[in-house]
């Protein structure tokens, strides 16, 4: 007992450093596997209030850029409503559609934090609880995919970019219909890769790649980016499949968050299959 | 000079000059700045590593929650902090430190601020690109981030010191 107490006391230095260091590392790899440590998170208010003032100086400087992007898309958009199509016929009875109904509802906001250099890259977003966000929601931008919400505050929502290293978005190339699982490699935020693709299957460069729509969280056919580089996996019957992000990470500001009213009904419907041993 | 007012603003800009600025440049080929070891060196000579561990553990813990970084900062800086008084005792003067210096470049002289500093910032460095990366194929990236990154964040603390620290008086 006393020479228990003599260690202690010897070494109580080094068991503060140790004790410190479990608790960072721990936070560490507790998100790295499972991504759910919510209080190191930027969402937390007083990191949030500093980001939002930062952000409240930088987004001046992309503001042309930004002005620019969403006025392309109000064009777009503009293209499809009621008013910019000439009427053919007069309609003869109101009726109520039933065929139609809306599944997918757009909440937008502004990404006040991002990084694009790290391994694992996260973005904070102006929108949190209190609009309806939750965890598990898509996130996308008017060019491309951005990643999945993480963790929300009242005001904030974390978002788990397509930047990280587990993000395993359902991707199918649009023109041949093959998909695969989209992985990024930590190097260049400008490429990401592909795995799943059999080599059987003839893909073309530039060809674009779109979300499949198969995992409740995008809707079907949203852009992700162009075929770069194709090259075989050794020893697998794999390709090993190389895109270009169509949306510029690193300058990133307005997204918007999916909120889809059909996710519970697949869900429910999809946990009926009894569950196979997965090889 | 010494006194606790100075630290206490060295702390805030330091946090948020690398939470806010230092971590979201991007420069390409894997560098990444880090200059929070430079607050740990300048921190007064008698300070006890206790106090040295707890200042550096929420240090790196208000840089991790601004940016997302889930406790890569902290347990890099705890480890400068600790091997603080082993790297300082291995350069020591002949008459042992004089409390009333800093251990800023003017101070303490080129030759003992490249090597304490130089030693403690690549420790650093590497810890954190290990951690970040923790993938053995990887190694060759953790060293090549290394040594690109590691020389010009030297080069900014000294370049920081240059503007915040301020001179020594002619005595």
Redesign the interface.
């Given at each position: 007992m006393h020479n228990l107490l003599a260690f202690f006391r010897r070494f109580r230095i080094f068991l503060l450093f140790v004790l410190l260091q479990v608790f960072a590392l721990s936070t560490y790899f507790t998100y790295l596997s499972f991504p759910r440590s919510q209080y190191l998170t930027s969402a937390s208010i007083v990191s949030s209030s500093i980001l939002e003032v930062r952000n409240s100086i930088t987004k001046y400087w992309s503001l042309g850029e930004n002005n620019k992007a969403l006025q392309e898309e109000n064009i777009r958009l503009r293209e499809k409503i009621k008013g910019s199509f000439i009427r053919l016929e007069n309609p003869l009875v109101r009726i109520k559609d039933t065929l139609f109904r809306q599944q997918y509802e757009y909440i937008s906001s502004l990404v006040i934090n991002s990084s694009t250099n790290k391994r694992n890259n996260f973005f904070t977003l102006n929108v949190g609880g209190l609009q309806g966000v939750k965890r598990g929601m898509g996130v996308f931008s008017d060019k491309g995919v951005v990643g999945v919400i993480h963790s929300t505050s009242r005001h904030y929502a974390v978002v788990k970019s397509v930047l990280t290293e587990h993000i395993n978005i359902d991707v199918i190339v649009e023109s041949t219909g093959a998909f695969g699982l989209l992985k990024w490699d930590g190097r260049n935020s400008k490429f990401g890769t592909i795995t799943g693709i059999s080599n059987d299957m003839k893909l073309k460069k530039g060809t674009r790649v779109v979300t499949r729509g198969g995992s409740t969280i995008f809707p079907k056919g949203l852009m992700v980016g162009y075929i770069e580089k194709l090259t075989p996996i050794e020893g697998k019957p794999l390709w090993d499949v190389t895109i270009r992000f169509s949306e510029d990470y690193r300058s990133i500001q307005n997204v918007y968050v999916i909120k889809n009213f059909l996710k519970e009904e697949q869900d429910r419907i999809e946990n009926t299959i009894p569950e196979d041993k997965v090889e | 000079m010494n006194n606790i007012v100075v630290h206490i603003f060295r702390f805030l800009v330091f946090v948020?000059i690398q939470s806010?600025v230092l971590?979201?440049?991007?420069?390409g080929l894997?560098i990444?700045l880090m200059i929070y070891p430079l607050f740990i060196i300048l921190l007064p000579f008698e300070t006890t590593?206790?106090v040295l561990?707890?200042v550096a553990?929420v240090m790196?813990?208000?840089i991790?929650?601004?940016?997302?970084?889930?406790?890569?900062h902290?347990?890099s800086l705890?480890?400068v902090a600790?091997l603080r008084p082993f790297v300082f005792n291995m350069f020591s003067p002949r008459e042992g430190y004089d409390p009333l210096k800093e251990a800023s470049i003017f101070e303490m002289g080129q030759r003992w601020f490249i090597s304490v500093f130089g030693i403690l910032l690549l420790i650093q460095h590497l810890w954190f690109f290990t951690?970040?990366?923790?993938n053995i194929n990887?190694m060759l990236?953790v060293f090549q981030k290394t040594i690109l990154s590691a020389p010009l964040s030297f080069l900014l603390c000294i370049l920081l010191q240059v503007i915040f620290v301020s001179k020594p008086k002619e005595r």
């Open positions: - | 948020l806010l971590n979201s440049l991007e420069i894997g990444q590593l206790p561990l707890l553990f790196g813990f208000s991790d929650s601004i940016s997302n970084t889930f406790g890569l902290t347990s705890l480890l600790y951690l970040e990366m923790f990887e990236y």
